[in-house]
Each structure stands twice: as structure tokens, then as C-alpha cells.
């Protein structure tokens, strides 16, 4: 169509341009002999229509398409001055479907860096199905389908929605009541101004309380000797804890969760912005 259309506008110039050394009046009987033609083609024509191509139609529109209703309606065509407007109108259309139509098909492709996210999620918490990180991103800050997640697990061949079969978290926080332990720290201030930071720790089945300690500065050697201490006062005390839930925060080293893990405590942390895993504690303080 492209190249008819071309040849046809090149023909049409060439045409124009034999007509310029021509009179007024030469131009004129020009005319008269081509309406008279056009005449004689309807009458052989009869009731038939005339059958024209998508690129006649193109040059046609934009030839005519700028004179009023009025005057085409005086011009002598084979076709009537609505159809004229509607082919012009078909041709802006089909300009607006090709400039709108998008560069790559589809929605753009998940960033990569989202996609290594989504794969760390699952395998460090191999019981999240697709919607349990759809979640964790949301808290995150992320804004990403569901259905996006799963297609990222699935092309890994990664199951989107694996067994239930095991254990949720209020269920271990049932079963395991009488061997859990929380903590966090608790931020206060006094009568003269000064911020104090309260470590504390809460029994589960108890709901006994614990203060480890207070200070202004929370340091590394500070919260290891609080843990030592911990582990002091259970040993006494004859408990037997199994677990510690704490949340992410900055002041627990790592030494502290190795002093744990020496005595036999295993530290689980909580997930991101998700103080309900640890709202007991939360609770308290």
C-alpha cells in the first residue's frame, strides 16, 4: 500500500506540474472533458460500484478531506462526500493506532533486583507461598502483583504455592510457650531529659518480666554482658528455654545471639516491620 501510495502521489505531482504552462482556458475544457468522461464511465457502470484500492482511497482523502461538505458536494466524483470523509476519517485512525501502539509488547519486565529479592524470600522461608511474599513486599514498600510474584517462582521452577504442612508461626508459638522467650528494648526518658534505652526479656507461658538493664548507650560490650547475664539468671533459675524472639534492631550484635546459641538458645528473629510476631513483647513495653 505504501509503495502504491507513493508511486500515486509522485504520478499526481508530475501531473500538476504539466498543467502549469497551461491557460486558463485550456485548463478549463480539461476539466469539461474529464467530467464528460467520468459521465460516460457511470453509464457503462450502471448500478455497479467502483472498487477502489486502500492507497487510492489514502490520496483521495487527503486530497479532499480539506475542502468543506459544501464543495464537495459541487465536485463531479464517483463517490459520494461522505465516504470521502470517512476514508479520511478510517486514515487518522489507523496514524493514531500506529503512533500509540507500544514499543515491546506486554507489561515491562519484572527489575532484576526485585527478582532476587523474591527468590532470597522463598528460600530462606521455604513454607511462603506466592502471597506471603506478595505481603512481605508490600510492607516493604514494593508495589508488585501477586500474579507477578508467581510467575517469577514459577519460571524458576520454584513451587508458587507449596505444602502447609508445616508449622505456622502461631503454632509455634503455642507449642513451644513454656521454652520462649521475647526481648526488646524499650526507649524512655527521664525527668532530666536524658534517653535511656530499657532491655528487657518476657517469659511467654509465664509472662514474667525480665529487666536486664538500662543505659544511655547501648554499646556492643553492654548488651553481650546482658546476655551473659541472662544466661546467668535462667541457669539459677532452672528454665529451660529453647528460643529468644527479637526483632532486627541495630543494637543487638551478633555476640549476643552467639552467647545464645552457647548456652542453647536459638534466637528467631521477626520478620520486617512486622511487630505482630513479637507482640507480646510489643505488648508489654
Known sequence: MLLRLAYLTVTNVLAALRL??????EKDVEILALCHQLAVLERQLGE????????????????????????LRRLRL????????????DLMKQRHARAC???????????RSIRVLILRLVRE????????VHGELAAL????????????????????????????????????????LACDFIETVTLTGQRQ??????????RRVRVLGATAHPTAHWVGQAARNLVMDLEDAGAAVSYLIRDRDAKFPAVFDQILGDAGIKVVLSGIRMPRMNSI???WA
Open 78 to 89: 464517483l463517490v459520494r462526500p461522505d465516504t470521502v470523509l470517512r476514508w479520511h476519517r
Open 20 to 25: 502549469l504552462p497551461l491557460s486558463d482556458r
Open 48 to 71: 455497479g460500484r467502483v472498487r477502489f484500492a486502500p492507497a487510492d482511497r489514502a490520496f483521495l482523502a487527503a486530497l479532499l478531506a480539506p475542502l468543506s461538505r459544501g464543495v
Open 141 to 180: 514498600g514494593i508495589k508488585i502483583s501477586a500474579s507477578t510474584v508467581w510467575e517469577v517462582l514459577k519460571a524458576e521452577g520454584i513451587d508458587p504455592a507449596p505444602d502447609r504442612s508445616t508449622t505456622t508461626w502461631a503454632d509455634f508459638l503455642r507449642s513451644q510457650a513454656g521454652a520462649l
Open 101 to 111: 501502539r507500544p514499543k515491546r509488547p506486554g507489561r515491562p519486565p519484572t527489575v
Open 197 to 206: 534505652y530499657i532491655l528487657a526479656v518476657i517469659e511467654h507461658a509465664s
Open 281 to 283: 513483647m510489643e505488648r
Open 125 to 132: 522461608n521455604p513454607s511462603w507461598g506466592y502471597r506471603r
